[in-house]
Nanobody, 120 residues
Framework: QVQLVESGGGLVQPGGSLRLSCAASGTIFSINAMGWYRQAPGKQRELVAVITRSLSTNYADSVKGRFTISRDNAKNTAYLQMNSLKPEDTAVYYC??????????????WGQGTQVTVSS
């Protein structure tokens, strides 16, 4: 069993930055891919960024060049650095993890979500 807890969300002005963290606990050795998905009101949940244990990455086109995903395997933690934030980035951001090194589909474990609001 794996538990994921997100933190770092909040209210930020357009052009600002936030750093999200996802701390994993439980059967940590089973985790390979970790990633972030987001869901805005009235929209489907979508992939934001994914990183595998070997540090391969995949980003949504809408965040390339602005967001950076990273992980610290020793600390069992994944991060999402979000720069140049736009109002359309407003959503609930969910951490995700799975046992396979997949970059295009989510794993079976989800965090509770953290709200990111970009507004002036």
């Amino acid at each position: 069993q794996v538990q994921l807890v997100e933190s770092g969300g909040g209210l930020v002005q357009p052009g600002g930055s936030l750093r999200l963290s996802c701390a994993a606990s439980g059967t940590i050795f089973s985790i390979n891919a970790m990633g972030w998905y987001r869901q805005a009101p009235g929209k489907q949940r979508e992939l934001v960024a994914v990183i595998t244990r070997s540090l391969s990455t995949n980003y949504a086109d809408s965040v390339k060049g602005r967001f950076t995903i990273s992980r610290d395997n020793a600390k069992n933690t994944a991060y999402l650095q979000m720069n140049s934030l736009k109002p359309e980035d407003t959503a609930v951001y969910y951490c995700n993890a799975g046992v396979l090194p997949l970059l295009a589909v989510p794993g079976n474990y989800w965090g509770q979500g953290t709200q990111v609001t970009v507004s002036s």
